[in-house]
């Protein structure tokens, strides 16, 4: 059970440049969600899915796409790159009873330049 | 709306001395909240919740926290520190969401914990 893993764990692009970060989560929840975390801000939430083939827009959401093909599994996808997207990225997953906490991934440490 | 405070944007202690990392929040419905722990270079782990049973909440590592709605706060505390509790901590309210709504999380800004030897 390796709980919500993320790919890439590191990844520096060039202004302009494209990249898709992939979730993958096997606890079987239905809700992920994307976030950034910048220094002093806390965590901010981008995007979320609340089951397959489903996506909602967060917090920031501008600059930044998702999709939800498969249940494990949700996409962030940078279009056309800038330095304002140098960031800490957190994909997590809940499920839909109980107190619903999320459980979080490594992060993605991605550098635009 | 809802929002999350976290007091204290640093705290040191010495290892073997309590800790207290303070919280308030704000939410105009019964919200559910939890701490979260983030090691340096690492995602965050939950270290307990607060769901509307007891107010007094136990979580790993001997970590426990008070809700107290009179005060609207949900203080972190542990008797005594230890060198591996060294971390960044954040508060998180959730709104009350029945049925499947999401249920939006608010973040604290985080607490940095030092402890000294």
């Known amino acids: 059970n390796a709980g919500v893993t993320q790919t890439p764990k590191f990844r520096v692009l060039k202004t302009g440049q494209s990249m898709t970060l992939l979730c993958a989560q096997d606890?079987?929840?239905?809700?992920m969600y994307w976030y950034r975390q910048d220094p002093g801000m806390g965590l901010r939430l981008i995007h979320y899915?609340?089951?397959?083939?489903?996506?909602a827009k967060g917090e920031v959401p501008d600059g930044y796409n998702v999709s939800r093909l498969k249940k494990q599994n949700f996409l962030l996808g940078l279009e056309s790159a800038a330095p304002s997207q140098t960031s800490v990225y957190f994909c997590?997953?809940?499920?839909?009873?109980?107190?619903?906490?999320?459980?979080f991934g490594p992060g993605t440490r991605l550098t635009v330049t | 709306a809802q929002s999350v405070t976290q007091l204290d944007s640093h705290v040191s202690v010495s290892e073997g001395t309590p800790v207290l990392l303070r919280c308030n929040y704000s939410s105009s419905y019964s919200p559910s909240l939890f701490w979260y722990v983030q090691h340096p270079n690492k995602g965050l782990q939950l270290l307990l919740k607060y769901t509307s049973a007891a107010t007094l909440v136990k979580g790993i590592n001997g970590f426990e926290a008070e809700f107290k709605k009179s005060e609207t706060s949900f203080h972190l505390t542990k008797p005594s520190a230890h060198m591996s509790d060294a971390a960044e901590y954040f508060c998180?309210?959730?709104?009350?969401?029945?049925?499947?709504?999401?249920?939006?999380?608010?973040f604290g800004q985080g607490t940095i914990l030092t402890v000294h030897p």
């Open positions: 606890m079987n929840h239905e809700y």
């Open positions: 899915s609340v089951g397959e083939g489903t996506t």
């Open positions: 998180v309210v959730r709104l009350y969401a029945g049925g499947t709504s999401y249920g939006k999380l608010t």
């Open positions: 997590a997953s809940s499920s839909t009873s109980g107190s619903r906490e999320q459980y």
